[in-house]
């Protein structure tokens, strides 16, 4: 059937994604997901025909126009471009998978056609994986998260997951209010960030047309001002190892799952979310991959950018690029685990309220609206200030179906602008979580050693916190972790030993303790 031609005008937002492409660092979101049973690949090419390009927009292409950009209908629209066979050599397991996402997340994708591609492949571990790469102007990652889960089913034969419902054409008013109760936690905004925002790309924000806008809705001009004031001023974070000059070569891994009811379980007893464990636990594992390398880690902090979503889930059916970052201390330098935690958690908490995430939409519409050399100069300022990109994704948290096979594991990557070299993946899926990590193979070549931390600095916080006195009327104080901390071997002796061996004369934890780890911390 033919498809109607249509052109429409790309956002300012969306418009400073298609610009941020460079050799070294493609703006390109990538997914993985395994099966333990083999994907029918015409099953899965239904499923794309009738469940994806139901939105018109992946059947469009970016085209370029001096001062702006549209998507437009691909006449020549051939699926099987989009959606193909591929194959790993021999018995292909993790390694050979990872080497081939590696590949395909620095391959370009055609800018002469829709950018995306779903890459099935049939020989993982004796079932499957499906590798799915979108270009970011058509949207950011919580859409496209959203929109994959609508491809998915409750059971092998159906009925869908969770299907789109488009809601009913509204008002204006009905529009105007939902948009207020999305910026309401930065609602003291209006004034200011008006002038800021027609600063920046040199003429007045309409908000109905383009909500990437939003930035011009300031009131409280003096808290914007100051907000923007803090990011031209913000100074480098720690140089690392994970800092340098990037190449087009990537390398990407990552781990085996954690229960998710575990670190819920360890935030609770420690007051902290599961967002601040993880984090933690990530913090831990960079921290222990430099000292590997013979690099120093006292005092080190590394910054990451962290997307915000700025828009209500059911409004993710619209696709484009609706978030704004903030700039998270991740404090590399604290090795007691819970010392770390409440620092992380310090940090989060100093971000609450923050003009950041708007701001920050609003620049990147500045740069979509505004001439490239205002874009260099806006993204090599952001850059500058940031080691890695970081993003977390509550994912389902019941079994999924997808072409009629059961998804085992979910894990994707978002790009990295500028000169960010390292990219950092949580994603949470059926009661638990995986962690991924993409590097710059000049900076990073071994990411599973960074990502094999990640299980052993959640190990150690478990232990840490099993260990130390717990006080009947206060939280765990940072002293009394450390004193626990300092019962243990050394960092290097648990590194070589597995965290799992950390307490003295402590035996390996057995599956039937480890299930019961949920339920000691929970009784405190």
Known sequence: MAVPFRRDKISAVDTAWL???????????????????????????????????????????????????????????????HAVHIALPGRAGKRELQTLVSRLIATPLDPARPMWQYHLVENYRGGSALIVRIHHSYADGIALVRVMLSMTDAARDGPPAMPFNPPKRRSHADDESALAALIGPVSGVMKTAMHVGSLLVERGADLWNDPSKAVSLATQGSALTAELAKLAMMGEDSRT?????????????????????????????????????????????????LRDKGDPTEGVTVRALVPVNLRPMDKAYKLGNQFGLVFLDLPIGIENPVERLYAVRANMNALKGSYQPVLALGLLAAMGSGPRMLQEALLTALARNATAVMTNVPGPQQPLYMAGAPI??????????????????????????????????????????????????????VLTTLMAPWPSDAPLSPEAAARAVASRPSERQAAGGGARHAAKGTAKPTARRRRGTSASLARG
């Open 241 to 289: 190892r994970f800092k340098g000059r990037l190449g087009p070569a990537k390398r990407v891994a990552w781990t085996d799952s954690l229960p998710l009811d575990e670190v819920k379980a360890v935030g609770r007893a420690l007051g902290g979310s599961v967002n601040d464990v993880l984090l933690s636990c990530v913090a831990g594992a960079m921290r222990s991959y």
């Open 408 to 461: 085992e594991s979910l894990m994707f990557w978002v790009p990295q602008s500028g000169d960010i070299g390292i990219g950092v993946s949580i994603i949470s899926y059926s009661g638990a979580v995986h962690f991924g990590l993409v590097s710059d193979r000049g900076l990073c070549p071994d990411p599973e050693k960074v990502i094999a931390h990640f299980p052993r600095e959640f190990e150690k916080l």
């Open 19 to 81: 610009r941020m492409d460079r050799p070294h660092n493609l703006m390109m979101i990538c997914g993985v997901m395994t099966f333990r049973e083999q994907v029918d690949f015409a099953r899965l090419r239904r499923v794309v025909e009738e469940r994806f390009l139901v939105f018109r927009r992946f059947r469009q292409r970016a085209v370029e126009h001096p001062g702006y950009a549209v998507w437009e209908t691909d006449r020549h629209f051939d699926i099987d471009r």
